[in-house]
């Protein structure tokens, strides 16, 4: 499984419990079953009512990290919990990795980027359509979130954000309109961009960009986490 590689990698090189969370797929299951599936391992790690997590696991030093669909779905999810109340559970970082948004515009590197792995305009719209409520378009604040209609964040408390870019990736723009946008509500966000990242490059650790990620990661773990013992 590809994912449970990268957790492994991340749990490996970063000091960090990693939870993988499931969540109902589309189209059987559609938007916003996905976020509430997100938003509910959140209470459920909040309860502790398990066995076999590790007990030195601190709580009050949660990030919410996700790549494509799933940093679609940890922006939601962030959104839910930065108005919700917990016991323990205390988010004090987002790590956004090549997030998947759009919206009814062309932009110039979707126009641009036709001739690259995994996404094309074709895949994209297809997923849109399967994902969102019935009479929905592409403008829907699921899809694009920083669009005409957006939701306000800006009295949400919302954790500090790092974007990653990758400069083959035709989702590009949408990504740099999110950090803006987080910006404009008063948000802080970082971007870091790989210009020859592929989207998925992180898929592959062979390529010097994987390797990267997990140091930059790493490292805004480690000041999010230092800034939050102040």
């Known amino acids: 499984m590809l994912y449970d590689s990268v957790c492994r990698r991340f749990a490996r090189k970063i000091p960090a419990v990693v939870v993988s969370?499931?969540?109902?797929?589309?189209?059987?299951?559609?938007?916003?079953?996905?976020?509430?599936d997100g938003f509910d391992a959140l209470k459920f790690l909040?309860?502790?009512?398990?066995?076999?997590?590790?007990?030195?696991?601190?709580?009050?030093k949660c990030f919410l990290v996700g790549d494509s669909a799933g940093a679609n779905l940890a922006h939601q999810v962030a959104c839910r919990a930065g108005v919700a109340e917990?016991?323990?559970?205390?988010?004090?970082?987002?790590?956004?990795?090549?997030?998947?948004?759009?919206?009814?515009?062309?932009t110039e590197s979707e126009i641009r980027l036709t001739r690259v792995p995994l996404v094309s305009l074709k895949a994209?719209?297809?997923?849109?359509?399967?994902?969102?409520?019935?009479?929905?378009?592409?403008?829907?604040?699921?899809?694009?979130?920083?669009?005409?209609?957006?939701?306000?964040i800006s009295g949400v408390n919302y954790p500090d954000t790092l974007v990653f870019v990758g400069g083959f990736d035709p989702l590009q723009d949408w990504q740099r309109r999110y950090c803006e946008w987080l910006k404009r509500s008063g948000k802080y966000a970082s971007l870091i961009e790989y210009p020859n990242a592929i989207h998925a490059f992180y898929w592959f650790p062979v390529l010097p960009e994987s390797s990267r990620l997990i140091a930059d990661i790493r490292d805004f773990i480690q000041n999010q986490s230092n800034k939050s013992v102040k």
């Open 124 to 152: 994209t719209d297809l997923a849109w359509k399967m994902f969102l409520p019935e009479g929905s378009n592409r403008d829907h604040e699921a899809v694009n979130v920083s669009g005409p209609n957006s939701a306000d």
């Open 86 to 106: 917990f016991r323990e559970v205390r988010i004090i970082g987002l790590i956004s990795i090549q997030p998947f948004f759009g919206g009814e515009e062309r």
């Open 21 to 36: 969370v499931n969540y109902r797929l589309s189209p059987e299951s559609r938007c916003p079953s996905q976020y509430e």
């Open 46 to 60: 909040d309860g502790r009512q398990f066995d076999g997590f590790p007990a030195k696991a601190d709580l009050s």
